[in-house]
């Protein structure tokens, strides 16, 4: 029921009509009964959307590519996750004061508990806005070393130097098999496999261990992984809990995984 007192909250990126963020936070706002509405915004200019956040008085929004970093500079506050890794994916409006979030650092720890991963081996494959969120979430969780794996070094090593006080990452070419045969658990946080064809890096020479996709669905990575019996485990863990925290930021409500993943038709 839409009334004159409904709130508003979104997804802001560009493209945006894949997103699922919609169909989950839209089922939460019903599951709970609140008077809410979720809507995904195609943005072209994202410090005209900010403007648009605060006149028109939008509860929060989710930011997704590519505006994830920019965000950063156009909020008032921004919590120690967001500040570390640079970017911000939750935005909260309290009373015109924006509060930047970034709860893909908590959606990554929520996978990292199902894994065996403190004393292993671990590789990042990627350099890019959730390659940091994911190391800093491995720092946080107790990691002290990781490979990073990355088509264009300048960008890996600038990752090094903004991590370099707290992990340390040693950078690698994306056909170093070397550094693949020796790990034990296998990240992947580029986008490569969102295609449903391609693969970010061979895992040919992997004989044990986990592979890890943020991408939130089975990518030929995954398959690959299962189908040489490794451990594999895809991004829908860390989409439902960054969203269960932004949901939380926005309505002080905890929601379960299950009822999150129900919602999505997921597994539970
Ligand atoms: P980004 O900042 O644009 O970084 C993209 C990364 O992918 C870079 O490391 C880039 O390498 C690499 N890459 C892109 N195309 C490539 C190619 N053809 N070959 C080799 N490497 C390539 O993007 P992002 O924000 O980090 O997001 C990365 C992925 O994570 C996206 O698919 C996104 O959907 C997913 N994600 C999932 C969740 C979740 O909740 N499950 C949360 C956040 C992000 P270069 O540095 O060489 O360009």
Same mark, same amino acid.
């Given at each position: 029921m839409l009334n004159s007192r409904t709130k508003l909250y979104g997804v802001i990126g560009?493209?945006?009509?894949?997103?699922i963020s919609p169909k989950l936070h839209n089922g939460l706002f019903r599951y709970y009964g609140l008077n809410a509405v979720y809507l995904a915004f195609d943005v072209k200019d994202i410090a005209e959307a900010f403007h648009g956040i605060r006149g028109l008085g939008l509860g929060g929004v989710n930011i997704t590519l590519p505006y994830k970093e920019r965000t950063l500079g156009l909020v008032d506050k921004v919590d120690a996750d967001a500040e570390a890794v640079g970017a911000v994916n939750t935005v909260k409006n309290n009373g015109g004061i924006l509060y930047g979030y970034n709860t893909d650092v908590f959606g990554f720890e929520e996978t990292l508990r199902?894994?065996?991963?403190?004393g292993k081996e671990i590789t990042v494959v990627g350099a890019g806005g959730a390659a940091r969120a994911v190391i800093y979430a491995l720092y946080k969780l107790g990691v002290k070393r990781v490979n990073l794996m990355n088509r264009t070094m300048d960008k890996a090593a600038k990752l090094r130097e903004q991590f370099e006080r707290i992990i340390e990452i040693d950078c690698h070419r994306l056909d170093a098999a070397h550094v693949v045969g020796h790990t034990d658990v296998l990240i992947n946080a580029t986008s490569v496999g969102i295609d449903g *064809?391609?693969?970010?890096?061979? *895992?040919?020479?992997?004989?044990?261990g986990w592979v890890v996709d943020i991408i939130y669905f089975d990518t030929p990575l995954v398959k690959k992984a299962r189908s040489k019996r490794l451990d594999a485990i895809n991004g829908m863990v860390m989409f439902v809990n960054q969203a269960i925290r932004s949901f939380e930021i926005w309505t002080g409500i905890k929601c379960s995984e299950c009822l999150a993943l129900s919602l999505l038709g997921e597994k539970v």
């Amino acid at each position: 029921m839409l009334n004159s007192r409904t709130k508003l909250y979104g997804v802001i990126g560009s493209p945006i009509a894949h997103s699922i963020s919609p169909k989950l936070h839209n089922g939460l706002f019903r599951y709970y009964g609140l008077n809410a509405v979720y809507l995904a915004f195609d943005v072209k200019d994202i410090a005209e959307a900010f403007h648009g956040i605060r006149g028109l008085g939008l509860g929060g929004v989710n930011i997704t590519l590519p505006y994830k970093e920019r965000t950063l500079g156009l909020v008032d506050k921004v919590d120690a996750d967001a500040e570390a890794v640079g970017a911000v994916n939750t935005v909260k409006n309290n009373g015109g004061i924006l509060y930047g979030y970034n709860t893909d650092v908590f959606g990554f720890e929520e996978t990292l508990r199902r894994i065996d991963y403190l004393g292993k081996e671990i590789t990042v494959v990627g350099a890019g806005g959730a390659a940091r969120a994911v190391i800093y979430a491995l720092y946080k969780l107790g990691v002290k070393r990781v490979n990073l794996m990355n088509r264009t070094m300048d960008k890996a090593a600038k990752l090094r130097e903004q991590f370099e006080r707290i992990i340390e990452i040693d950078c690698h070419r994306l056909d170093a098999a070397h550094v693949v045969g020796h790990t034990d658990v296998l990240i992947n946080a580029t986008s490569v496999g969102i295609d449903g *064809i391609s693969l970010p890096v061979d *895992i040919a020479p992997m004989g044990k261990g986990w592979v890890v996709d943020i991408i939130y669905f089975d990518t030929p990575l995954v398959k690959k992984a299962r189908s040489k019996r490794l451990d594999a485990i895809n991004g829908m863990v860390m989409f439902v809990n960054q969203a269960i925290r932004s949901f939380e930021i926005w309505t002080g409500i905890k929601c379960s995984e299950c009822l999150a993943l129900s919602l999505l038709g997921e597994k539970v």
